[in-house]
Structures are given as structure tokens and as C-alpha cells.
């Protein structure tokens, strides 16, 4: 099975420069203006933004189970929730008391993984299948022992074919190796084996936080500027940004690429909003990626193969086409695979589920409400106005950009509609976030 391969140290902050040179250069925006923008948002304090909407941010115990905290996740309809330390619930010390965020990113990769192993014992035998958490922990003796999440899945995938070959089966170690190849193989046995087999049933969420840091626990204070909170989620890739109150261990608030998105719909009326948006895509330099660099998947494709691209290429959705000529008919993104954990009842038939079967069944049952039932999508010459309109009141998180017969030549992302109202000042991320915040984004 392929292992993540950590960054580079400066990777992930080279990466965010590069983008936002990107943006910088293709915005045709006075520059007057884009300063007065920057000026303004940084004299914001962030303790002025709306509350959650519950008025009280969700959090998860670090204890808590990945099924336990996808069922959490969905109920409360959110993607993602800070991970408490049970061991420094009362510390007043954000690091002590925050081990990270869990969000469907890491979900879905510990899924994916956990999936290609399964697969190759299921490739075994079915009895191998069965007995899949007796055998490969045998196998692994005492190393197995109080090992779960991913480190187990990677040491597990050697152990499982190890433990179907002692017992006398032949195991097909070609097989597992990518999630169509998982797909195939795991059938109605998939849930089985990753929701109530070991090391699965019993994986903790802080297992998954520390292995698949995604989404970083990156706090700014309540009397913190606007724009830090913007940098955080255009430039710096993040997509929510915690508030606290230095001195009190409880968030303040939550804010996330969504609701700053739907604020900015909100200015809708004030003079420089309607500046700025009267105009069309193309003079924000959108969308920011040429077409050959849209990652899509063919609507016959497996839903598995999805999600794997998702996780492949670090992206929160995917747009699903027909043809050679890239049609969009619709749209899957890294919340969908709630549907896999929380109702594998409707997808007993696993092993053929396709992308386009997989949304026409989720929207049929009505577990997605107010799910588009078509894509969103915008064309070359429409206003970033609308744009804007489009993701907050669909409460999408990307709206494709098509041509003729709906080919589609570009994907704008709430992190880019973000990106269009601020720029960097010089040294800004140094004296105001400081090395700590750098290296928690390098990890």
C-alpha cells in the first residue's frame, strides 16, 4: 500500500507563496485599491464576526471514535470540529488543551487506507475476512497490541496477508492496492470489516489527528484583525480559523471559508463591494488553474475512485463529467463519504456502486437536503457578484466554470473568491503570526 509522504519543510509554505503570487499577478485591480481593501481588513478586530449560528462551537473528545465523530459531524451539519485533549480539558494553554481538527480530509484518507487493507485480506478468503482483526493481531503478536489509525493500517496490510498465508490460504498480494482494486474486493463485507472489525472499531479520533495533519489547530485571538483570519484561509490553504480568548479555554468562535463568503454577500450595497464584484471573473485573473489541471471523474467511475482522487490531490471536490468533452453532470465532495459510514445499508451492492449511481442514490433518499440536484456553475464572462451569490446561498464550496455544452475549462474555489479581496503586506506573516504558527502549517 502506498505510504503519505511527509512534506518538505518549507513546502507547504512555498506552495501558499506560490499561489498568492499567482493571484497577485493575474488580479487586474488598481492597486490603490486592493491597499485601501488590505488596509481596511486589517483594522477589523475578528471578536465583530457573527457567531456560529448555534452560538456555541462543537468539539470533539480526543477518545472518540472515527464513527462516533462522522455521526457527530453530520448531525450537527459541519465538516470539521476542534479535538480536545482529554488528558488538558481545563488548561487554559491552547496547545495543551487542542490536539488539532478533524474534518472529512482525514476521515475519508483513513477510510481510503483502511479499505486497501481490507481488500487484501477479503482477497484471501472470506473466512480470512471474518476472522481479519483475530488473525492479523495474532500475526503482529504483541506489536498490535493498543495500535490503531493509521499506523496499524500500515503495519496491518503485511500482517493480514502474513496471518491468511499461515492459516493455509493463499493471499493475492497484488490485490488492495488502489481503492477501485478495494472496491471490487470488499463487496458487502466492506462494513464489516472497517466499522466493526479491530483495529478499525476502536480507532480514536486522536489517531487520525496526528497522522493526517490537514488541518492544523491554528488559533487567532479575539482581538486579532479580519485580515489574519483571511491570510489563514486563502493563502495559507486553511479552512477554518478557531477564536479564542487568551486566558479562558474555551473557543470563541469558528470561522470558516463558508461564512466569510457569506459575509461578503452580506456587503452586497456598500459602494466598494459593488465595485469590485461588477466586474467579471477574468479580471480577478479566474479561474486561477488552466483547464488541463481541472481533477475531475467520469460519472461511470466508482465512488471509491472519488474519494481517492480527492485524497491524491489534496482537494475538497470533484466535478463529475460524461464524455471526452469533460460535460459536467454533477458534483461529489470530500462530505459525501458520510453516506458510506452512516448508511451503508443503502449501498449493499457495493462493488458496482458508480459515481453517478452513488449521488442519484443519496439525493433519491433525501440524505443530502438542499443538495443542488445540478451542478453549479458559472461561465467565462459571468461577475464575481455572482459568483459570490451562487456559493452562499447554494452553500457550496466551488462552482465550476463552463464553455459551450457545459465542458468545463476551470473550478473557483471560496478560498479564490477570498483571494480577490486581499493581498499580503511586506512581513506580515512574520511579525504577526511569528515562526510557531510557520512550522505548525510546515508539519
Known sequence: MAQVQPPKESSAISSCDAYFEKVKSRKKLPQPLQETLTTAFARIPVSSFPQVPTGKVIEIQADT????????????????????????????????RHLGIIDYSAIILWVLESAELAAVALSASTATAVGLGAGAVGALGALAVGVTGPAAVAGLTVAAVGAAVA???????????????????????????????????????????????????????????????????????LRNVPVIEVGTPEIKNYITQSAIVGGLEGCKGRDWFDCITARPISDMGLPFMPPNEVISVQSDDLILEAFKRMRDNQVGGLAV????????????????????????????????LTVKDFISIVVST?????????????????????????????????????VDENEVIGVITLRDVI??????????????????????LNK
Open 65 to 96: 471514535t472515527v464513527a462516533d465523530a462522522v455521526k457527530i459531524l453530520s448531525d450537527c451539519n459541519i465538516l470539521s470540529a476542534p479535538v480536545i485533549n482529554p488528558d488538558a480539558a481545563s488548561s487554559l494553554n491552547w496547545r495543551e
Open 321 to 352: 463529467v460524461e464524455g471526452p468533452g469533460k460535460k459536467i453532470v454533477g458534483n461529489v465532495s470530500i462530505r459525501d463519504i458520510r453516506h458510506l459510514l452512516l448508511k451503508p445499508e443503502l449501498f449493499s451492492n457495493f462493488r458496482q
Open 167 to 237: 492459516g493455509g490460504v493463499a493471499a493475492d498480494q497484488a490485490s488492495g492496492g488502489d481503492a477501485p482494486t478495494a472496491a471490487d474486493n470488499l463487496g458487502k463485507e466492506f462494513y464489516k470489516v472497517i466499522l466493526q472489525e479491530e483495529p478499525f472499531k476502536s480507532t480514536a479520533v486522536k489517531s487520525i489527528v496526528k497522522s493526517y495533519r490537514w488541518a492544523p489547530f491554528i488559533p487567532v485571538a479575539t482581538d486579532s484583525s479580519m485580515l489574519s483570519v483571511l491570510l489563514l484561509l486563502s493563502k495559507y490553504r
Open 366 to 402: 433525501g440524505q443530502e437536503v438542499g443538495r443542488p440536484t445540478t451542478p453549479v456553475t458559472c461561465k467565462v464572462d459571468s461577475t464575481l457578484g455572482s459568483v459570490i451569490q451562487s456559493l452562499a446561498t447554494k452553500k457550496v464550496h466551488r462552482i465550476y466554470v463552463v
Open 419 to 440: 483571494s480577490c479581496f486581499i493581498y499580503e503586506p511586506p512581513n506580515f506573516f512574520d511579525n504577526y503570526f511569528g515562526f510557531s504558527v510557520k512550522e505548525m
